[in-house]
């Protein structure tokens, strides 16, 4: 333990959720300018579902390090927005599964060159070398927290 003081502004906690709010409101931003009815906790679950499609809430919710209740409250929403729909397991009809619609299928190119203009914005002026550091930092620093 060092003897400085401790400065709320120099707190690795302090710049990560601002920088993280920061992110999701240029996010959401780039996609309401472009009018896509999708936020950023929506994408998440797109993205997971680009990735594999027809996966469970649960599944959806530990990939997104979310509980169960937002993550089902985040999907009816999504559904009301002709997003997402619910479909049956085909070997367990307790479960259901999420499945992209035709149109998040028709939007995802959109999408995801939305989400990197929202990475190059945020990493601006920033060197390969470091951001490829910050992402290992920030990696690790999720891995001492779990």
Known sequence: MTNKKYQIDDSLGYK????SRLMCARLNQNFKQ????????QWQILSRLYEENGQTQNQ???LNERDQPSI??????????????RGSHPHDR????????????????ELESLAFKTILQASDGIDEKEMETCLRVLDQVRENLK
């Open 72 to 85: 089902s409250r985040l999907i009816d929403n999504m559904m009301k927005r002709s997003l997402v729909k």
């Open 94 to 109: 307790r479960i259901n599964l999420v499945y992209l619609t035709e149109e998040s299928i028709q939007i995802q190119h």
């Open 60 to 62: 959806l919710a530990i």
């Open 34 to 41: 472009n009018d896509f009815p999708v936020t950023y906790e």
């Open 16 to 19: 990560l959720f601002h920088a």
